[in-house]
């Protein structure tokens, strides 16, 4: 896993594990659950908070959402990304802060220049008011010192939509009509104060029930266990968990290209300006900020998981799909109501290593090798390669694709840049390739590891992968039998 928050991740992990046991054993009740609480936190001497008593209540709900359940019990929000609000109380609540430079100066430059009385003189330095204090930051740009410095929650420096907040109190609050899911946030909270629903329990009790379950593992994820373990190394594993069969979304992928192509070549033809439909954040930022470009802009092609999904269920009646992945995002995906026949589920890697890990089943090298995509399809999941494998649709089509311009972005901050040229006229690209995770999914929040890392270990598997052309890959596969647009309907 990557190490900036190895602490929180390890409960995380901890938890999710012990959790599938009970589960799997068909023992997950409130008198187990507790005993969990205790397991982690046997006390009396508290392990990283300040008394054992703020500790179980945070494995409690975390816990809670290792369930499948909100976090807070009196809340009803339907929210994947939530708010573990025992844990949530040590950040600064005033932006603003007065350090040890303060020299207590005779100018009084900071009082001088505030507008709203916020600025005292204290005992050794000059203070700020936070109820005053209207964060405009005057008074850090007129001391000459520079000992008036800006500090931001970490949650809410990361959002890329501004969805979070904070009460009176100082606890954190997410703004669910503005929350895209992107899962930044809480990756970035020291204190492992932000959380999403997993949903494991249900999966296993589908397994245990003798569903048909299918696992969808994302195109990113190979590299992301080594460059010894690809698709036909998790295909093995997670059958050995209980999964009827595995199936990779770059398939999807394919999917999504050949369908986005066809919309392109229209777009192109009627001076329509595009946007990819593959990253559900993306999409959640057209929806929530721009409602015009979502109706009149967004491609209506679903996205790889979507597409993989509604293969699935027209192929293999009654089974239950899962998508695996790094992205927080596809949780959300999976709950809306937007999507018609989306998959059932969706969890993250480090998910995915609780379930093995509750199955003793480790991920291993295998003989042979599985791919049911193309080398374009697996590629989707990096920045820039869902253009270049709509453009490789196109070419296989016949068509010339020299005169088409792009605009690829990757990051919140990129593709609100792009969003807003398109809305106000002056994006000069004809069409937008959107993902809200710096580099693409292959950087989503729940990466398994660094990018560095992930980036070799990829490198090496995509070169074993063999040269099939997505269109007649696709001629493997009943196109005909399932819809690849959002409403579901067929063309």
Same mark, same amino acid.
């Given at each position: 896993?990557?190490?900036?928050?190895?602490?929180?991740r390890?409960?995380k992990?901890?938890?999710?594990?012990?959790?599938?046991?009970? #589960?799997?054993?068909?023992?997950?009740?409130?008198?187990?659950?507790?005993?969990?609480?205790?397991?982690?936190?046997?006390?009396?001497k508290?392990?990283?908070?300040?008394?054992?008593?703020?500790?179980r #209540?945070?494995?409690?709900?975390?816990?809670?959402?290792?369930?499948?359940?909100?976090?807070?019990?009196?809340?009803?929000?339907?929210?994947?990304?939530?708010?573990?609000?025992?844990?949530?109380?040590?950040?600064?609540t005033?932006?603003?802060? @007065?350090t040890?430079?303060?020299?207590?100066?005779?100018?009084r430059?900071?009082?001088?220049t505030?507008?709203?009385?916020?600025?005292?003189?204290?005992?050794?330095?000059?203070?700020?008011?936070?109820?005053?204090?209207?964060?405009?930051?005057?008074?850090?740009?007129?001391?000459?010192?520079?000992?008036?410095?800006?500090?931001?929650?970490?949650?809410?420096?990361?959002?890329?939509?501004?969805?979070?907040?904070?009460?009176?109190?100082?606890?954190?609050?997410?703004?669910?009509?503005k929350?895209?899911?992107?899962?930044?946030?809480?990756?970035?909270?020291?204190?492992g104060?932000?959380?999403?629903?997993?949903?494991?329990?249900?999966?296993?009790?589908d397994?245990?029930a003798?569903?048909?379950?299918?696992?969808?593992?994302?195109?990113?994820?190979?590299?992301?266990?080594?460059?010894?373990?690809?698709?036909? !190394?998790?295909?093995?594993?997670?059958?050995?968990?209980?999964?009827?069969?595995? @199936?990779?979304?770059?398939?999807? *992928?394919?999917?999504?290209?050949a369908?986005?192509?066809?919309?392109w070549?229209?777009?192109?033809?009627?001076?329509?300006k595009?946007?990819?439909?593959?990253?559900? *954040?993306f999409?959640?930022?057209?929806?929530?900020?721009?409602?015009?470009?979502?109706?009149?802009?967004?491609? !209506?092609?679903? !996205?790889?998981? @979507?597409?993989?999904?509604?293969?699935?269920?027209?192929?293999?009646?009654?089974?239950?799909?899962?998508?695996?992945?790094?992205?927080i #995002?596809?949780?959300?995906?999976?709950?809306?109501?937007?999507?018609?026949?989306?998959?059932?589920?969706?969890i993250?890697?480090?998910?995915?290593?609780?379930?093995l890990?509750?199955?003793?089943? @480790?991920?291993?090298?295998?003989?042979?090798?599985?791919?049911?995509?193309s080398?374009?399809g697996?590629?989707?999941?990096?920045?820039?390669g869902?253009?270049?494998?709509?453009?490789?649709?196109?070419?296989?089509?016949?068509?010339?694709?020299?005169?088409?311009?792009?605009?690829?972005?990757?990051?919140?901050?990129?593709?609100?840049?792009?969003?807003a040229?398109?809305?106000?006229?002056?994006?000069?690209?004809?069409?937008?390739?959107?993902?809200?995770?710096?580099?693409?999914?292959?950087?989503?929040?729940?990466?398994?590891?660094a990018?560095?890392?992930?980036?070799?270990?990829?490198?090496?598997?995509?070169?074993?992968?063999?040269?099939?052309?997505?269109?007649?890959?696709?001629?493997?596969?009943?196109?005909?039998?399932?819809?690849?647009?959002?409403?579901?309907?067929?063309?």
């Open positions: 896993m990557i190490t900036n928050d190895r602490g929180i390890d409960l992990h901890d938890i999710a594990t012990e959790v599938c046991k009970l #589960a799997w054993a068909g023992r997950l009740n409130d008198e187990e659950r507790e005993k969990i609480v205790y397991q982690i936190s046997p006390g009396p508290p392990e990283y908070r300040c008394c054992v008593y703020k500790e #209540a945070i494995v409690r709900e975390r816990i809670r959402l290792a369930c499948g359940m909100n976090a807070d019990v009196t809340n009803d929000t339907k929210n994947v990304v939530q708010v573990i609000r025992p844990a949530c109380d040590d950040c600064p005033s932006t603003y802060s @007065v040890d430079n303060c020299r207590f100066c005779l100018g430059a900071c009082i001088n505030c507008k709203f009385g916020a600025i005292s003189k204290g005992e050794r330095r000059m203070q700020i008011d936070p109820e005053k204090c209207r964060e405009c930051g005057m008074c850090a740009k007129a001391c000459p010192y520079g000992a008036i410095i800006h500090l931001e929650r970490p949650c809410k420096k990361i959002c890329p939509v501004d969805a979070i907040s904070w009460d009176e109190y100082g606890f954190c609050h997410i703004d669910e009509s929350c895209v899911h992107c899962g930044h946030c809480i990756h970035a909270c020291p204190f104060a932000i959380g999403s629903r997993i949903f494991l329990v249900p999966i296993i009790e397994i245990l003798g569903k048909e379950v299918i696992a969808m593992c994302a195109p990113a994820s190979e590299g992301q266990f080594g460059k010894d373990i690809g698709m036909a !190394s998790l295909r093995e594993a997670l059958k050995k968990t209980g999964f009827a069969d595995m @199936v990779e979304v770059g398939l999807g *992928a394919d999917m999504t290209a369908y986005e192509a066809r919309e070549i229209e777009a192109k033809k009627e001076g329509r595009m946007t990819t439909s593959c990253c559900p *954040a999409i959640s930022l057209l929806r929530h900020q721009f409602p015009k470009q979502y109706e009149e802009n967004k491609s !209506s092609t679903v !996205s790889p998981m @979507v597409a993989v999904n509604r293969y699935l269920k027209a192929t293999r009646p009654g089974c239950v799909t899962v998508f695996i992945g790094p992205c #995002a596809k949780k959300g995906e999976t709950l809306n109501e937007f999507i018609a026949d989306n998959a059932d589920y969706a993250t890697f480090g998910e995915m290593t609780s379930l890990e509750s199955r003793n089943i @480790v991920l291993e090298p295998v003989q042979g090798e599985y791919q049911e995509a080398l374009h697996k590629k989707f999941a990096a920045s820039g869902v253009a270049a494998a709509v453009l490789e649709v196109m070419r296989e089509m016949g068509e010339d694709t020299e005169d088409i311009s792009l605009f690829s972005c990757a990051g919140g901050a990129e593709c609100r840049k792009a969003l040229m398109l809305k106000a006229g002056t994006l000069k690209e004809d069409f937008i390739e959107g993902m809200m995770c710096p580099g693409g999914c292959v950087g989503g929040p729940s990466r398994h590891k990018e560095l890392e992930i980036t070799r270990a990829r490198t090496e598997l995509l070169s074993k992968a063999d040269g099939r052309s997505i269109l007649d890959n696709l001629k493997n596969y009943p196109m005909d039998s399932f819809s690849m647009f959002r409403d579901g309907h067929r063309e």
